[in-house]
């Protein structure tokens, strides 16, 4: 983990994936691609940005946002060229609230019982996008919103970040992963007393806590957040993939299970084109030009 400092150095917001071949400099120039109202989907070379962009709420999740969040995730998991997402937002003051109460409060029981499988597919849908994914935070990032970002390999706030799972104070429990995804980040008893208090975490005890991985200064999270995508980029798409794959299954198994885990994810790369890429690129002494396959 860092603190305090951006670590992008010279790669710039633009500048992300230089070195992972002839995918990074696809639709690196390309408009950006509306999923819904209020959703976008952004190209640098080989790294996407998922733009939450519902501003006018501070990014509260809808039914309909919900159900945009889990389509531009499906459509980012099909595509080969992804190397690496980072989720960010297009609002100055917020990641994003959580869930949207004003609509909840509309819903009747039965209805809210038929929302239910949408909200979750939002989440779901960043969970298990295939390639590594970052979460750009600045503001807030409460309840559902804290869940999009913990749904994420890496988290990168800014000073401005505040964090917390605050579900018990209006009745219910985090329903979008928390309960499981965070005492993963920062162990079960921490866990605990940030749900049952409900309490709101700032940027520095979140790094101090292992809830956030990067912490830079204000404004700086999504430039270094882009960074960091680009350099994961600059690797094999098959081997990231395949590393995801593996740490996120062997993820809470015996060690014996998790290392036959790993090896069933290694044999999906060892014979693959990247790896034949790697290899020669290596003896040559050159920069790869990964087939992504």
């Given at each position: 983990m860092t603190d305090g400092t951006s ?126 994914t970052v979460a750009a935070v600045h ?155």
């Amino acid at each position: 983990m860092t603190d305090g400092t951006s670590t992008t150095g010279g790669n710039a917001a633009g500048d992300t994936g230089a070195g992972s071949g002839a995918t990074a400099g696809r639709d690196a120039g390309a408009a950006p691609v509306r999923h819904g109202e209020w959703l976008e989907i952004r190209r640098h070379g080989a790294v996407a940005e998922l733009v939450l962009d519902r501003r006018a709420a501070m990014n509260a999740v809808s039914t309909a946002f919900a159900r945009d969040i889990a389509d531009a995730c499906a459509a980012l998991a099909a595509d080969r060229s992804v190397a690496a997402t980072v989720l960010s937002s297009s609002h100055d003051r917020a990641f994003c609230v959580g869930a949207d109460l004003k609509e909840r409060n509309s819903l009747s029981d039965a209805e809210l019982s038929r929302q239910r499988p949408i909200a979750r597919s939002a989440y779901t849908g960043v969970l298990e996008l295939p390639m590594p994914t970052v979460a750009a935070v600045h503001g807030y990032a409460l309840g559902g919103g804290c869940e999009l970002a913990l749904s994420c390999d890496l988290i990168v706030a800014d000073d401005t970040a505040v964090l917390g799972l605050p579900e018990v104070s209006v009745g219910v429990i985090p329903g979008g992963g928390g309960t499981q995804l965070l005492p993963r980040r920062v162990g079960a008893a921490r866990a605990a007393e940030l749900i049952f208090t409900a309490r709101r975490v700032e940027a520095e005890e979140a790094r101090e806590l292992g809830l956030v991985d990067v912490r830079v200064p204000a404004g700086r999270a999504r430039a270094e957040a882009l960074g960091l995508a680009g350099r994961i980029a600059a690797n094999s798409p098959v081997g990231l993939r395949a590393a995801k794959r593996a740490l996120r299954t062997g993820w809470g198994t015996d060690l014996r299970a998790g290392l036959e885990i790993e090896d069933a994810a290694w044999r999906t790369v060892a014979f693959s084109g990247d790896r034949a890429e790697g290899v020669a690129a290596f003896n040559e002494k050159r920069s790869p030009r990964w087939p992504g396959e």
